[in-house]
């Protein structure tokens, strides 16, 4: 065990990260997590941030509380780029995982003489920053940052940090894959909608548009659409317009993914044109029944 952290912060830890896991609404940092986080390392404010460190801009945040989000200023983002972290970044003073105080990173004469500091930061009290890089990658990165009113801070708050910093990691991974997971099932619902509509729809369809859904389930390209029906591509490629406005769908493949998914897959190698066709009519006509 570090030697200023307590048993208590370590559950309190643990308890922000089973939050963290637990609440999938809040998107990368639920605001509770992190006014905890605050109140932990002693601070007035916190934030989680997203940067592009290459071009030094901030692509999302989190700040708690809301009243001291800085990010919607233009004429901040406009300073950004002097903060002493990107420098550091650059000259690998900024590890993963270690906390590094504001304080650390450049003397107090210097810090005074920067801009975003002297317009932004001190004007708000702000007079250190704790900060932590949670992730990096070649161009973008997540980092904690806690600001207080007064310079310098414990071993216990950096040592919590530290401590908090790849656990929060390991719930942002979790989270994003999670978000991914549920916008795929999102999508597969959707679509799996339009084919039910579009099942419905393939009564509106004319013999000769029913002839070319059956030769697109058979994968066929449209020039062997047109040879086998004895029409021009042409012609393939204006019935498909009808077919896709018809049926509501956007693409051969979603025409295709509604058929097979609208009828069994034909048992023999012999029976696969000729049901083809007849299974667009035959689902066509129960949909009517």
Request: hydrophobic content about 40%; some cysteine; charged content about 25%.
């Amino acid at each position: 065990m570090p030697a200023e952290a307590t048993k208590k912060d370590l559950r309190d830890i643990l308890e922000l990260v089973g939050v963290l896991h637990a609440d999938t609404v809040g998107g990368e940092m639920p605001t509770p997590v992190l006014a905890r986080l605050a109140a932990m390392v002693g601070c007035d404010s916190a934030s989680y941030c997203r940067v592009d460190h290459a071009s030094r801009r901030l692509l999302a945040t989190v700040v708690e509380p809301a009243s001291t989000d800085l990010s919607e200023s233009a004429a901040f983002a406009a300073v950004l780029g002097q903060h002493p972290a990107f420098v550091a970044h650059r000259e690998r003073r900024l590890p993963t995982g270690s906390s590094v105080a504001l304080t650390d990173l450049v003397d107090l004469r210097t810090l005074r003489s920067l801009p975003i500091y002297a317009d932004f930061y001190r004007p708000r009290q702000t007079h250190d920053q704790l900060l932590n890089i949670v992730t990096v990658g070649r161009h973008q990165g997540t980092l904690l940052v806690f600001n207080r009113s007064r310079r310098g801070f414990s071993g216990r708050a950096r040592e919590l940090l530290d401590l908090v910093s790849p656990l929060v990691c390991q719930a942002i991974v979790h989270r994003e894959r999670l978000t991914r997971l549920t916008c795929a099932l999102r999508d597969a619902q959707r679509h799996a909608s339009a084919s039910e509509r579009a099942a419905g729809r393939l009564s509106g369809l004319t013999p000769r548009e029913r002839e070319v859904v059956a030769r697109l389930v058979d994968g066929i390209g449209d020039r062997e659409i047109a040879r086998a029906l004895g029409i021009s591509p042409r012609t393939v490629n204006k019935h498909l317009e009808q077919i896709y406005r018809k049926l509501g769908l956007q693409s051969r493949a979603a025409v295709v993914a509604m058929m097979r998914g609208a009828q069994p897959v034909p048992e023999s190698a012999a029976e696969h044109h000729a049901p083809a066709t007849a299974g667009v009519t035959r689902i066509a006509a129960q949909r009517r029944s």
